[in-house]
Structures are given as structure tokens and as C-alpha cells.
């Protein structure tokens, strides 16, 4: 008990001074995005509802609070979003925002009152969107300031043709077809290195092994202009698996964030999906009345210090420009931390990788 008192209390003392931080870096990013690049990007500190364009607001859904326009470098859709994007735990945002929306909130019911309507779920957009539709918008260079400019990083970012398929066993008079699909953070190696070398021969003399990079994983395309939703995942496995090698009836076996694609996929293609294996499945049970997505990121991201695992998990999901910051040392800088690497070891965990 003592130590989980200490724990809660250092946890909210950690966690609000990096609510404070993230808060201060979001305009230290815009600030020198547009210093650099004469333009900021959008963030997910504001609120999806956020009237942030001049023209006011744009319907785009009359039930619920599930869909807002996605702009890319070709296209405005409709899209699917998660709620969690907008509605990050953070001291400071809800501080700075509850004056803001109670305001906004008295305004729009005494406009309602007056007309004697019904309330409307609307939605605003960015005011980039609204610039490309005027047709002002230009694309961003490519790469950003803050990202690295080598070939290994830069190789797959403009390309959105085909995802890489690691494909095994039968080649011939393939009796059935299996489709492996990792998780978050992982690749098709979580497959290939694991349980590609330990099938028998029998196994891979009748079935024909298909694991997956997603899209944005591993050796698959890393498109600048996508919003990596459920929809374009998808879209991506039927086109680079079902219609590429021509697969009319598959198993699926997934592991956690790919268990959610499965069962898209498996919606997608009732007929054609034969059995579904789920590898530690990312499934909460909400409490009634809960945000499902909210209690689902609180179970895997509780904001807390100890173990260091959850503080990792804690430290990515909810602080987007702290995110940034990691990201900017670590991964613009790898050269460097390679070579420092190499000089350390003596080359030995160059060569052994």
C-alpha cells in the first residue's frame, strides 16, 4: 500500500509537469514549422470540434461524433477516427479549454432555443482543408525539417503501391492459404523469424504462408499523404494479398493491434475467411457509460511512473510533441547514434545485426 501511494503521488507529479511540457513544445513545433517551412500542421491539441476556420462549421454527420473530414495531399475523405486522439488526458488542456466550450456550449443552446430546432452532431474542419479547397495549399517538402533525409528512411515514403508480403510454403497445388498480420511496432518478422522455421514440410506442402508488413511497417510503403486508418489498412491487404496473389478463401492469424484489422477483414470477407486465430487480443470491457476508447487507453496507458513499461506506453500515447521531441533526437540523428555505436562495440553489434 505504501508503495502504491508513492507511486500515485510521484506519478501525478511527473505527469503534470510533462502536461506542461507538452503544452509549452506544441508552440515551440509551431513556431518553428513555421519559421522553417512557412506553415504549421494541424495537432491533436484542439479539439476535433474546434472551430478553427473562419467560414464556421460544416455537417458532416448528424449521429454521433465518430467521423470528421481527413484531408491528404489528393484527397478530402470521410474517415473513422478514434477518439483518443482529441481527448488526450492533459491538466493543462482541460484547464485551458473548459472556459472555451462552456462558453461555446451556453452560445449554441441559446441560438437553438431560439430557433426551437433539435441539437446536431456537427463537425469543423481545419483551415487547411479549407486552403486546399480554395486551392492555396501546397505540399510540404519532402522530407520535413525534422525528419532524417537518408535513403533507408526517405525509400518508401512516396510510394503507396504494394505492401511487402513474406510468402512461404506451397507454391504449388496450394491446398490452403494462411495470412499472419503482426501488431503494433513489429513487422512480418514477428512471424517469419518465429514460426516460419518450425511448420513441418508436410504443413508447408499444402498451406501457403502469407505474412504482412502493414502499411507504415517494416519494408511496406510509408505514405506521406495517408492517414493510416482502418479503411486504407484494409484496402491495402486486399489489394497487395486477396487480389495480388489471388486468394479466394484464407485463415488469419493475428496478434494484438492486427487482431482488430482481422476482424475488419473478416467483416469485409464472410464467405471467404475460413477460421481466425487472435494473439492477445487489445479487448477492455467498458463499464457502462464509459468512453470505450478513454477506459481502453487508460488500461494500456495509466499514466503512471512505475514499472517503466507502463511510463514508456504512457510517454507515447498521450504526449504527442514530447513524442516529436524523442523522435527528433533519436531517429534524425541515427547515423550519428550508429556510428557512436560501432565505435563503442568495436563494430561487433554492427556486424552481429
Known amino acids: 500500500m505504501t508503495g502504491r501511494f508513492v507511486n500515485e503521488i510521484l506519478s501525478f507529479i511527473v505527469f503534470t509537469l510533462l502536461d506542461i511540457l507538452d503544452f509549452l513544445l506544441c508552440y515551440v513545433y509551431k513556431i518553428l514549422d513555421y519559421l522553417i517551412e512557412a506553415k504549421w500542421e494541424p495537432c491533436y491539441c484542439s479539439s476535433a470540434k474546434e472551430a478553427i476556420t473562419s467560414s464556421g462549421k460544416i455537417l458532416v454527420s448528424e449521429h454521433g461524433e465518430s467521423k470528421i473530414l481527413h484531408l491528404s495531399s489528393t484527397k478530402l475523405e470521410l474517415e473513422e477516427i478514434s477518439d483518443t486522439l482529441y481527448n488526450r488526458p492533459s491538466l493543462v488542456s482541460e484547464v485551458s479549454k473548459s472556459t472555451v466550450e462552456g462558453n461555446s ?20 474542419i481545419n483551415s ?3 486552403e486546399m479547397l480554395q486551392g492555396r495549399i501546397q505540399k510540404l517538402p519532402i522530407p520535413r525539417w525534422s525528419d532524417c533525409d537518408c535513403k533507408n528512411c526517405t525509400g518508401w515514403t512516396s510510394c503507396k503501391e504494394s505492401l511487402f508480403i513474406k510468402a512461404d510454403g506451397a507454391k504449388e497445388n496450394v491446398q490452403e492459404d494462411v495470412l499472419f498480420i503482426h501488431g503494433f511496432i513489429s513487422s512480418s518478422a514477428f512471424w517469419t523469424e518465429t514460426l516460419y522455421p518450425n511448420f513441418s514440410k508436410t504443413t508447408k506442402s499444402k498451406y501457403r504462408l502469407l505474412a504482412v508488413d502493414l502499411l507504415g511497417f517494416g519494408k511496406s510503403p510509408k505514405p ?25 478463401s484464407f485463415h488469419i492469424v493475428a496478434h494484438s493491434m492486427g487482431c482488430i484489422l482481422a476482424l475488419a477483414l473478416a467483416v469485409n470477407h464472410p464467405a471467404s475467411v475460413k477460421s481466425l486465430t487472435l494473439l492477445a487480443p487489445p479487448y477492455f ?23 517503466l513499461i ?43 545485426s
Open 310 to 352: 507502463t511510463f514508456g506506453a504512457s510517454i507515447g500515447c498521450w504526449y504527442e510533441h514530447i513524442g516529436r521531441t524523442i523522435s527528433l533526437v533519436l531517429c534524425k540523428n541515427h547515423r550519428l547514434w550508429e556510428f557512436l555505436t560501432k565505435l563503442c562495440t568495436r563494430n561487433r553489434c554492427l556486424q552481429a
Open 128 to 130: 487547411t482543408i479549407v
Open 285 to 307: 470491457p467498458a463499464p457502462k457509460g464509459e468512453p470505450p476508447a478513454q477506459y481502453m487507453m487508460r488500461r494500456v496507458a495509466p499514466r503512471r511512473v512505475w514499472p
Open 224 to 248: 506521406n499523404d495517408s492517414f493510416y486508418t482502418l479503411r486504407e489498412h484494409l484496402e491495402m491487404i486486399e489489394k497487395s494479398v486477396l487480389e495480388a496473389h489471388e486468394v479466394k
Open 105 to 124: 456550449m451556453i452560445q449554441s443552446r441559446e441560438k437553438i432555443n431560439k430557433r426551437g430546432g433539435t441539437i446536431r452532431s456537427t463537425f469543423t
